[in-house]
């Protein structure tokens, strides 16, 4: 998948990016922007500005006369949804999965808690529509159209908190439903009882019921970790 909207440099990041956090450059490597400009056949100002993306990600540094560094993997920024894209497109994937799938299930079903209290009307009917899209493309391989509501579906439950460090995570959790769906982590139909709980949460939500909808939520998160057990092992 391209780097959107970044045009030459974006080139780059789609190369160089998944180097990185593949270790094919291992942490302490020194990388010459001349070098790679020439590898590249961009100029080095379109070079430097792939380097301060990357330098935003926290994976590498830039030093005068020494170069640019890559950083230890303990100083990535792990959060950061392109890094996350690169890793699951690497041989790091399974680790990648399991380690975002954990943080789901220590997030999400205290967020649908919340969101039983704090949902405004406007997200409860947004919720509903989103479970009843999953139900109508859960069967026939449909998964990236089962994708878009599901995607949808954690974004409102994240939002719906009321807690705004929960809904600055919705892109995390976004890029780990995408992996899973774009590297073949799913079954080719999702399990009908994870679709089920969803429409279980939503209605949990709607009817203001924090301890069901924080409980069904983690039978989903819980749901997700035995499916990576048999697909990711």
């Known amino acids: ?38 590898h590249f056949e961009v100029s080095r100002s379109v070079m430097r500005e792939a380097v301060r993306v990357l330098e935003s990600m926290h994976l590498v540094e830039s030093r005068r006369r020494v170069g640019v560094t890559v950083r230890p993997k303990v100083e990535w920024n792990v959060y950061d949804p392109q890094v996350i894209r690169w890793r699951l497109a690497g041989a790091d994937r399974p680790h990648q999965l399991r380690s975002l799938t954990v943080l789901r299930s220590a997030i999400e079903p205290v967020a649908a808690g919340l969101s039983a209290r704090n949902a405004t009307p406007e997200q409860c009917a947004e919720l509903t529509e989103c479970a009843l899209g999953m139900v109508a493309n859960s069967r026939g391989h449909r998964l990236e159209a089962y994708l878009v509501h599901d995607m949808a579906f954690h974004r409102v439950i994240l939002a719906a908190s ?54 069904l939520t983690r039978e989903i998160t819980v749901g997700a970790l035995h499916e990576l057990d048999i697909l990711a092992p």
Do not use: C, K, W
């Open 1 to 38: 998948m391209s780097t959107p909207g970044r045009g030459l440099h974006g080139r780059v990041l789609d190369t160089l990016g998944p180097a990185i956090t593949a270790g094919d450059y291992p942490p302490g490597s020194v990388l010459r922007t001349d070098e790679l400009a020439q």
């Open 162 to 215: 009321g807690n705004e460090m929960f809904a600055r995570l919705a892109d995390v959790v976004a890029e780990v439903l995408a992996g899973r769906t774009h590297h073949e982590v799913m079954f080719e139909d999702p399990d009908p009882a994870a679709v089920t709980l969803h429409v279980q949460v939503a209605e949990a939500v709607r009817e203001g019921d924090a301890t069901r909808a924080e409980q």
